[in-house]
């Protein structure tokens, strides 16, 4: 049974910064698989901010939605099984429920389309003031 489980989200002023982590169990990494991350705000719809696709544990490549690129940094620590955001120069509008998804036998091209992801977690609030 695949378990997502994020965590690290909080309260910062804009300007600060953030690092989300999300703890994966209960997959084989021995194939390939895609993990991104995902925001929702009230009222509107999920999308994507950044996504890997990877293969034996290896990161093969990376996808950034537009409006978070230069400013968020996705990456797997493969010992602990952890997907990372680190977030810095935060705006207000980057105030949402993060989740974190994995897509399994993902091609080597990942997505930020949240249709394509089977598995996901629990969410993290992040609230970013002006």
């Known amino acids: 049974q695949v378990q997502l489980v994020e965590s690290g989200g909080g309260s910062v002023q804009a300007g600060g910064s953030l690092r989300l982590a999300c703890a994966a169990s209960?997959?084989?990494?021995?194939?390939?698989?895609?993990m991104g991350w995902f925001r929702q705000a009230p009222g509107k719809e999920r999308e994507g901010v950044a996504a890997?696709?990877?293969?034996?544990?290896?990161?093969?490549?990376?996808i950034y939605a537009d409006s978070v690129k230069g400013r968020f940094t996705i990456s797997q620590d493969n010992a602990k099984n952890t997907l990372t955001l680190q977030m810095n120069s935060l705006k207000p509008e980057d105030t949402a429920m993060y989740y974190c998804a994995l897509k399994p036998l993902c091609s080597y091209f990942p997505s930020l389309r949240s249709a394509e992801y089977n598995y996901w977690g629990q969410g993290t609030q992040v609230t970013v003031s002006s």
């Open positions: 209960g997959y084989s990494y021995s194939n390939t698989y895609c």
């Open positions: 890997i696709s990877a293969l034996g544990g290896r990161t093969s490549n990376t």
